[in-house]
């Protein structure tokens, strides 16, 4: 069996800012990611660069911004007045929050402070990164009709 559209997919993977070298988040002492093929739970770059491996491939490929979190979008820098925190005792610079968008919740960070005004930014923390991606193929089965249905996975822990 290989990887392709539809198939449940285990994935070790560690995935570093392809410039620096750091290393963003990584699986390794954790457990592997488990995602649905082919559905746009993972950046298409590295979608792309894992579709036909099978289980025991090691897999090694670089992502563009492009393929990856995007560029940055200046139109999701916004100015909001400190009214609008309610129930925060102090904003400060690099205070993150969850708010709603159009396309579902967002994490949006306090950038700057002027006065009684607030500059927030929603752009994903990885936009315009260049990300380099590896590991190893863990497992593959056949999606389920309730988690093709529904374009993501259901492990033991999902909630409906
Ligand atoms: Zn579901």
Excluded: W
């Excluded at 289980?55 to 609008?84: F, H, I, K, N, W």
């Excluded at 260049?130 to 374009?151: C, K, M, P």
Aim: glycine residues 10%; contains cysteine; negative net charge.
């Amino acid at each position: 069996m290989v990887i392709e559209d539809k198939k449940v997919v285990s994935i070790q993977f560690t995935v570093k800012n392809a410039e620096t070298g750091d290393v963003i988040e990584s699986s390794e002492g954790a457990e592997p990611l488990i995602y649905l093929h082919g559905f746009k739970n993972l950046v298409p770059g590295l979608e792309n660069a894992l579709t036909g491996k099978a289980v025991g491939d090691s897999y090694e490929v670089t992502v563009s911004p492009e393929e990856g979190y995007g560029v940055r979008d200046e139109s999701l820098v916004q100015q909001v007045p400190m009214a609008a925190f309610q129930g925060i005792e102090k904003v400060e610079v690099g205070m993150e929050f969850q708010a709603d968008s159009p396309n579902g919740p967002v994490v949006v960070e306090v950038t700057a402070i002027e006065g009684d005004m607030v500059t927030v930014d929603s752009n994903p923390p990885l936009a315009c990164v260049t990300l380099g991606f590896h590991g190893v193929i863990e497992e593959i089965r056949e999606a389920t009709d309730s988690e093709l249905e529904h374009g993501h996975i259901h492990g033991p822990d999902c909630k409906h």
